[in-house]
């Protein structure tokens, strides 16, 4: 049994914040890979924020304030699909996926159209970050 305190609190959101690093992998399971500058092969991967992050509330708060906003007008399935998929774009905090070699750069236009593209790692961006234990030290 433990005892709640707010500094170990606050040491799960820091964690989170760090991010935790993710394989980005294809549709049957295989790693994405490149080759490095020393010809080396390298799997691609992502460093994301979790649930639980600073980073993942700001992203929140955000997409409530813009919600809010636009009282008026009537949420649909897609705008709400399109708001998870932002607020989970928001939590890559970096990564090294390629297209024939080169970087995508992991902006959120960019990585909001890998996630279209490729719905299966939009999916497992959001299981790991929705697991507590992949950030633990």
Known sequence: MSSFSFESAKAVADQQDQGTVVVIKDQ?????????ADGKTQ????????????????????????QLKRRSV????????????ELVAACVLDWNLQNNGKLIPP??????????AAPWIR???????SDPARFLG
């Open 28 to 36: 049957v399971g295989e790693p994405f890979t490149f080759e490095d």
């Open 43 to 66: 799997e691609c991967t992502a460093r994301v924020a979790g649930q639980l992050s600073s980073v993942y509330r700001k992203a929140e708060d955000a997409m409530r304030d813009r």
């Open 74 to 85: 009537t949420l649909t399935g897609e705008m709400l699909a399109k708001q998870q998929a």
């Open 107 to 116: 902006t959120k236009e960019n990585i909001l159209t890998v996630f279209a």
């Open 123 to 129: 999916a497992d961006i959001e299981a790991v970050m």
